[in-house]
């Protein structure tokens, strides 16, 4: 069982910039794709970013595209997801996820195998 734990969320103005980070507990954090999904209330979760075990492959949501960059610390078992330039719409709960059988399965949001608990994003016009 691998536990995720997000922290860095809070509340910013429009404009403004958050790092959330997620601790995982694998053992073997190195070999895990990971992944960032996000859900507003009433919608469904949205693939926001992710990361495969080597950092060679990233894929974002087109909704994030030039605004967010993740990026993993293997030596910290940390995933990081830099958001810049927030927009109201960014408002949302921010979901950490691992897998390791494979990049896509940390992009579909129903697939990956572990999930954090979530942290709140509140972003103020």
């Known amino acids: 069982q691998v536990q995720l734990v997000e922290s860095g969320g809070g509340l910013v103005q429009a404009g403004g910039s958050l790092r959330l980070s997620c601790t995982t507990s694998?053992?073997?954090?190195?070999?895990?794709?990971m992944g960032w999904f996000r859900q507003a209330p009433g919608k469904e979760r949205e693939f926001i970013a992710a990361?495969?075990?080597?950092?060679?492959?990233?894929a974002y949501g087109d909704s994030v595209k030039g605004r967010f960059t993740i990026s993993r610390g293997n030596a910290k078992n940390t995933v990081y997801l830099q958001m810049n330039g927030l927009k109201p719409e960014d408002t949302a709960v921010y979901y950490c996820a691992a897998d390791s059988r494979g990049l896509g399965y940390v992009m579909t949001r129903n697939e990956p195998n572990y999930w954090g608990q979530g942290t709140q994003v509140t972003v103020s016009s």
């Open positions: 694998a053992r073997t954090f190195s070999s895990y794709h």
């Open positions: 990361s495969s075990w080597s950092s060679r492959s990233t």
